[in-house]
């Protein structure tokens, strides 16, 4: 059975740093393109930050130097360490992972991903 346990979200106000962590079971994460998403209260889901393998790291512009996602397979986890938190940045954060097999990635599209956690929560306040 695959899981993703995310934690680490909590309230911070603006310019504050955060280190999310998603701990995976079922599934070794460096068989699979890993990816950060987060959806604000009305709005879509959107890909934050991307590990693929046979390729490099990938972020959406609004976060490109303040954001970076790193893994530990020897613990299977993966992380995102957020900082100079906007409150832009507020949502749900969730950890998600897309099977390697099926080929390389390009784009974090969300249909795209096969496993999801269950999310943690950041709130950025001014």
């Known amino acids: 059975q695959v899981q993703l346990v995310e934690s680490g979200g909590g309230s911070v106000q603006a310019g504050g740093s955060l280190r999310l962590s998603c701990a995976a079971s079922g599934l070794a994460i460096s068989n699979y393109h890993m990816a950060w998403f987060r959806q604000a209260p009305g709005k879509e889901r959107e890909g934050v930050a991307m590990l693929a393998r046979f390729g490099s790291t990938s972020y959406a512009d609004s976060v490109k130097g303040r954001f970076t996602i790193s893994e530990d397979n020897a613990k299977n986890n993966l992380y995102l360490q957020m900082n100079s938190l906007k409150p832009e940045d507020t949502g749900m954060y969730y950890c998600?992972?897309?099977?390697?097999?099926?080929?390389?990635?390009?784009?974090?599209?969300?249909?795209?991903?096969?496993?999801w956690g269950q999310g943690t929560q950041v709130t950025v306040s001014s």
């Open positions: 998600a992972a897309d099977w390697a097999g099926s080929g390389s990635i390009s784009s974090m599209a969300a249909s795209r991903f096969d496993y």
